[in-house]
């Protein structure tokens, strides 16, 4: 099981990466909002599926490297299924 201190940091992490997503990709305060909280909770996400799988062994790299991630595969995600219906 995940602590909250660790999930809490990753929200927060995966939160900053997509609004940096959000900064390059939009460069407007909504679409900056909606990217930083789908990456926050594509971190938490993800660190919960790694964590089903076995125990998160690298330490705080590894959760660090697995937030971001998950960030931008959520906003990824997002953003080519818009571009994909919008086409």
């Known amino acids: 099981m995940i602590s ?9 992490l995966g939160g ?9 990709l939009h460069g407007d305060w909504p679409g ?7 990456g926050g909770v594509g971190a938490v996400l993800c660190l919960e599926v790694f964590e089903l799988t076995g125990p998160l062994q690298g330490g705080s790299f590894e959760v660090a490297l697995l937030a ?18 919008l086409r």
Request: no cysteine; net charge neutral.
């Open 4 to 12: 909250v201190a660790v999930l809490m940091g990753a929200l927060l």
């Open 32 to 38: 900056m909002v909606l990217d930083s909280l789908q």
């Open 68 to 85: 971001v991630l998950g960030a931008w595969v959520a906003v990824g995600t997002s953003h080519a299924t818009a571009a994909a219906w």
């Open 16 to 24: 900053g990466a997509g609004w940096v997503a959000g900064r390059v």
